[in-house]
């Protein structure tokens, strides 16, 4: 069965860190993986997929196979990037999305 | 519609009552997801739609839960003699389509339908 797992609840880091949110999961087949943001009284929204290979809002996540990890990264940390972080999965046959626990990212002044 | 509507947005109810909550997805998509999500957890699967067939319902916690897509484009989330357990949001996301694993299917999500179950 899918899994995703995101081990921090909270992750706290002060303006302009470098911030990395991990994100493991389990599947048997090539899986899609996806960040999701919600931002402070918004909604759950796409940020980034590794199918697009893109940097939103100065993000990255590398696929890694391997080591079945999605880490959701940043190099200088903003203010306005405090919201909750949830990885998400689809498989390739299944058209399920199954989403991590999420990590609470706040960023400190 | 621009995005994806959810109604009610808040529902208070009593333990045993009968609930709905509908979801109008964005025109023209014909994937349609029901996620809940609890305090401090993240959305959890409950059924997805292609057209008006549901294609999984696995995730459906018991019988008292059902949802209907009669037409292809809204969706109501039905749940019967409701319980505490029950209290949550009910997250509603639609995608252009859910068959083709061509990497341009994402979610886009409802505001939510919050659910308390006094």
């Known amino acids: 069965a899918q899994r995703v797992t995101q081990p921090e609840k909270l992750l706290s880091v002060f303006k302009g860190a470098p911030v990395e949110l991990k994100c493991n999961y389990s599947y048997s087949g090539s899986p899609e993986l996806f960040w999701y943001v919600q931002y402070s009284r918004q909604r759950l929204q796409l940020l980034l997929r590794h199918i697009s290979r893109e940097s939103i809002k100065g993000f990255t996540a590398d696929l890694n196979k391997g080591e079945t990890s999605f880490h959701l990264k940043k190099p200088f940390a903003q203010e306005e990037d405090s919201a909750m972080y949830y990885c998400?999965?689809?498989?390739?046959?299944?058209?399920?999305?199954?989403f991590g626990p999420g990590t609470r990212l706040s960023v400190l002044p | 519609g621009a995005g994806v509507s959810q109604t009610p947005s808040n529902k208070v109810t009593e333990k045993g009552k009968y609930v709905e909550l509908r979801c109008d997805p964005i025109?023209?998509?014909?994937?349609l997801y029901w996620y809940r999500q609890s305090l401090g957890q993240g959305p959890e699967f409950l059924i997805y739609?292609?057209?008006?067939?549901?294609?999984?319902d696995s995730g459906l916690p018991n019988d008292r839960f059902f949802a209907v897509r009669p037409e292809g484009s809204v969706s109501t989330l039905k749940i019967q003699r409701t319980e505490r357990g029950d209290s949550a949001m009910y997250l509603c996301?639609?995608?252009?389509?859910?068959?083709?694993?061509?990497?341009?299917?994402?979610?886009?999500f409802g505001a939510g339908s919050r659910l308390t179950v006094l």
């Open positions: 998400a999965l689809r498989d390739a046959y299944g058209q399920n999305f199954v």
């Open positions: 739609f292609q057209g008006t067939g549901a294609a999984d």
């Open positions: 996301a639609s995608s252009p389509r859910g068959t083709s694993f061509s990497g341009a299917n994402v979610l886009t």
């Open positions: 025109s023209g998509h014909t994937a």
